[in-house]
Structure formats: C-alpha cells, structure tokens
C-alpha cells in the first residue's frame, strides 16, 4: 500500500486474550500432526490398552458375562492400586513414542529457518512461545494417559459404589500426578533436544540415546556393585518409583541376593529413597529449562 494514500487503519476485531494467545501454536500444530495418516493410526493403536483396561473392569462386575465366557469370578484381576499402576505404565511407554515422533521437530523446525524472530516481533513473548510448544505434547500426552485413566476410574467408581470411589479418592490423584509428571518431562526433555539439534533425525536419535544409554549404564552399576542407585540415572526406573510412590506400592527391598561364600547369607538391595527420584526430576526439568531459555532467542549471533 502506498503511504501516500493513508488508507491504513488500526485493527478493530475482537483481539485474542493474552492468556490464550499460546495457543494458536498447538491448534496449527496439530493440523500439520494429523495429516500424517501412519501417525493417526499409530495415535489409535495407543488406546487399545485402554479398551482392554475398560473390558476387564467390566467384566468385573458383570456375573452373566463372566459365565458365558466360562470364567472363575475368583480369576479375575482385581481392581486396585496395582491394576491402574499397570496400565498407566504401559500408556506412559506408548506417550515416550507418541513424543519421539512429535516432538523433536517443533523448535528444531524455526530454528533451522530462523522463524524465531517472526514470531517473537509480535505481542508472543519467549514464555508463551516455549509454553505453546510444550502444549502441543502436553496435550497430546494428556489425551492418552491420565485423562482415559481418570475416566476409566470413574467408571470403575460407578459400577462399584459411592463407597469404593471414596475409598479410594487418593488412586485418582495418582493418576493425575503421575500422567502429568511424566507428560510434562517428555515434553521438556524433547522440546530442549528439539532446540539444541536443529534436524530431526539426529534429535530423534539424541532423544533414544538420552533415554536408554543411561539406563544400560544404570543397570552395569547395579549388577557390579549390587546396588540400585545406578537407577538414578535411569529416566524410566526414575518414573516407575515415583509411579510406584504415588500408587503406594512402592518397596525399598528390590531384591535380595543370597552370596555363597561357604556360609549362605543374604544381601537385601534397596532401591534409592523416593525423595532421591523426585529430586533428580526436578534437577532434570530445572536443566530443560535454563537450556531452553538459553536456546530460545529473537536472534543468534554467529561468529
């Protein structure tokens, strides 16, 4: 437009709320996610644990269809701490693949295209920018682990009574805690890997190593020293004792190794108390963090 002309005027839409504007990064995110028709079916796939889940907590309460099916009622899997442990466990090993694919391309992606300065030119601050990329796995995490999790909860409440639910109120914050936990440092820890390596294939494979190099190396030391603080290291033996803190099933006596050495004696191995887990996630989001904030800029100085 020619400034001669002075034709141009102040927008007068509606504007979006601040609080909301991290958003938009998600929305067309999840555009570019699903159009992937091989993701969309893995995406699925990760739900069918969930089915089986709702089937056996079904066919829990439901006499009739345990008799057709020509099943002991005393054979079913009981419906406890440990049931849901198991299965947020294994949504949280399909939410690690769901993040490895999505994950590593959302900053690597503007940064490889120096996009960072278009978007930080507007009223988008460094904070809604990080917070809009983390949502995009936040979200998607959500939708898969504790979010189902709850409901299935809930719907073992209903089919049980006002009584078991109340009971057993404190399973429901575990799996709210635990799901978001867990989402939350996926989305950290590949959206700082997505910052500091800029192709995807070699963030992809930074983001493997990261995950299970240490707990190969964590496991050496345990089997040598016969210890299990080697689990430290290890970012799944971490969440499956935080897990295990949060269901309330969680025992310091891991194993006990009996040594012949002419007289048979036994070695109780402890694993690492549960606030050593919980700090050494902290320091790992609290390093995602200061790296993000580091890599995270309106313009980069290349000498």
């Known amino acids: ?19 909301s504007r991290f958003l938009i990064i998600p929305r067309h995110a999840f555009r ?43 054979e079913v899997i009981p419906i406890d701490a440990s049931f849901f442990q198991t ?4 949504q949280g090993g399909f939410a ?9 391309p959302l900053v690597a992606r503007d940064l490889r295209n120096n996009a960072l300065p278009l978007y930080l030119c507007r009223p988008f601050s460094r904070t809604e920018y990080v917070v809009g990329k983390m949502s995009v796995i936040l979200i998607l995490l959500s939708a898969m682990t504790w979010v189902p999790q709850l409901l299935l909860f809930l719907f073992q409440s209903y089919l049980e009574g006002f009584t078991w639910f109340r009971t057993n109120l404190w399973m429901a914050s575990a799996i709210v805690i635990g799901g978001l936990v867990w989402a939350l440092l996926l989305a950290l820890i590949t959206q700082t890997i997505s910052a500091l390596v800029k192709w995807r294939v070699v963030a992809s494979g930074a983001l493997l190593a990261l ?8 496991e050496f030391i345990n089997v040598v020293f016969l210890t299990h603080w080697g689990n430290i290291i290890s970012l799944a033996a971490l969440m499956k004792n935080v897990s295990a803190g949060l ?17 048979v004696r036994e070695i ?20 995602c963090l200061a790296l993000l904030s580091w890599r995270v800029k309106a313009y980069e100085v290349v000498r």
Request: hydrophobic fraction near 60%; glycine fraction near 4%.
């Open 1 to 19: 437009m020619a400034v001669y002309e002075q034709t141009y005027k102040r927008y007068a839409g509606t504007l979006t709320p601040e609080w």
């Open 211 to 218: 995950f299970f190099i240490p707990s190969v190396f964590g």
């Open 87 to 90: 299965f947020v466990n294994i």
């Open 32 to 74: 570019a996610v699903f159009k992937s028709k091989l993701f969309t079916a893995f995406f699925v796939i990760c739900f069918l644990p969930l089915l089986v889940e709702a089937i056996l907590i079904y066919l829990h309460h439901n006499i009739n269809a345990l008799a057709a099916m020509k099943i002991d009622a005393r």
């Open 247 to 263: 269901f309330g099933t969680f025992d310091r006596v891991a194993e006990t190794i009996a040594v012949d050495e002419g007289i």
């Open 96 to 104: 690690f693949f769901v993040a490895l694919l999505v994950g590593p």
């Open 268 to 287: 109780a191995v402890l694993e690492p108390p549960l606030w050593c887990s919980w700090a050494a996630l902290f320091l790992i989001c609290a390093v």
